[in-house]
């Protein structure tokens, strides 16, 4: 790292920075033309996930198109079930999908050696540490136990999660086990990219919404609590965003539960209730992303909206989820010039 400490590592740290960084969730994508130019060269996703020279090609289109303060890795959270050898593939119009696991599989999990089976993705890091603007934080990221659970038991999304939810209802103990499983090859996977040379990591689950109190607080809060204790055991001090997608006002327990440095707010947090997060450290978000396809006036509005009610305090300026496909990328640069023009109120 340079003199000057980056931006996002800075928030990370419990500061307030005027203006507050920017990157976007999937900011690498489809809505970018030179992305669907280099999707169109892979074999398939899996491939573009694995080539370092376009995974790295990828992640530094909208460092160079936009200037971002951070660049994501280039991967996708199911590489984890895919190293435990879940015959993970993506298929057009049908999105991913994975061999379905049961009671018996469980029990016949072996940890995979993730420094050998995800070597491309650590090398997709350390090449991007070494092209990316000195001022330009790193991320890297995993997708959260639950989050990844719901595949690997369902073998395809589903919209309310509930071959996930009746397994974990069915078969407590195996699903405990394949909870901490997949924590370990997590946290694996999350020391290896930062020792590969990124700054930081977010954690993803895309799924803790759909979950009620009690099985909340055992599915998404522990299993990331014992991510986050194993990658600081492994390495101390260690930079973490946790994500939790629609968990309302679970939000108000998960930083302390988990002893994430930010949290991650998806566009339904009211705001009013985010600046009450804020205050026990950084926040990260939460523009609605269909935002980025209305544009004009009405994304100015929401843009400053999230300014003022969050500003003054640690944030992270950041979508509420993924980017879409058919946003604009022009509304993607006013979105940049209206967040960089920002100045605090006294």
């Known amino acids: ?20 960084p920017i990157w976007l ?9 030179e992305y669907r130019q280099v999707r169109a ?22 460092i160079r198109r936009f200037g971002f303060d951070a660049a994501i890795l280039f991967s996708d959270i199911l590489v984890i079930p895919d190293a435990f050898d879940r015959n993970v593939r993506f298929v057009e119009g049908e999105g991913p999908l994975l061999d379905p696991i049961d009671e018996h599989g469980i029990n016949r999990l072996h940890m995979p050696d993730i420094e050998a089976r995800l070597a491309p993705v650590f090398e997709t890091v350390r090449r991007l540490r070494d092209e990316l603007p000195d001022e330009t934080t790193l991320l890297g990221f995993c997708g959260a136990p639950w989050t990844i659970a719901t595949y690997m038991i369902a073998g395809h999304g589903t919209p309310d999660q509930a071959p996930a939810r009746l397994f974990a209802y069915r ?32 954690i993803f689950d ?12 055992e599915y998404a809060v522990k299993p990331v609590r014992r991510i986050v204790d194993m990658v600081r055991a492994a390495r101390p001090g260690a930079k973490i965003i946790a994500f ?19 949290i991650g707010l998806d566009w339904t947090v009211p705001l009013d209730f985010a600046a009450e997060l804020q205050k026990e450290g950084a ?64």
Not at 25 to 33: E, F, H, K, S
Not at 206 to 217: V, Y
Not at 315 to 327: D, K, Q, S
Request: charged share 20%; hydrophobic share 40%.
């Open 171 to 202: 078969h407590p103990v195996a699903f405990e086990k394949l909870l901490g499983d997949i924590a370990e090859a997590s946290a694996a996977y999350l020391v290896a990219q930062l020792d590969a040379g990124a700054d930081a990591v977010q």
């Open 1 to 20: 790292m340079g003199t000057a400490k980056r931006k996002i590592i800075e928030v990370l740290e419990g500061h307030t920075v005027t203006p507050p």
């Open 244 to 262: 939790a997608k629609g968990a309302g006002y679970n939000l108000k327990h998960y930083r302390a539960g988990t002893d994430a440095d930010a």
């Open 206 to 217: 895309s799924w803790a919404g759909i979950l009620p109190d009690h099985e909340f607080a």
């Open 41 to 62: 060269t892979a074999k398939g996703f899996l491939d573009l996930c694995y080539t370092p020279d376009l995974a790295v090609e990828v992640t530094m289109q909208p």
């Open 25 to 33: 969730m999937r900011q690498a994508g489809r809505y970018l033309p």
């Open 283 to 346: 926040v990260q978000g939460n523009l609605d992303p269909l935002k980025m396809i209305s544009g004009g006036v009405d994304l100015d509005a929401a843009i400053d909206r999230i300014l003022d009610k969050l500003g003054n305090g640690p944030l992270i300026f950041n979508l509420g989820h993924g980017i879409t496909p058919e946003a604009d990328p022009a509304n993607v640069e006013r979105l940049i010039s209206r967040v960089r023009s920002y100045e605090a109120a006294g």
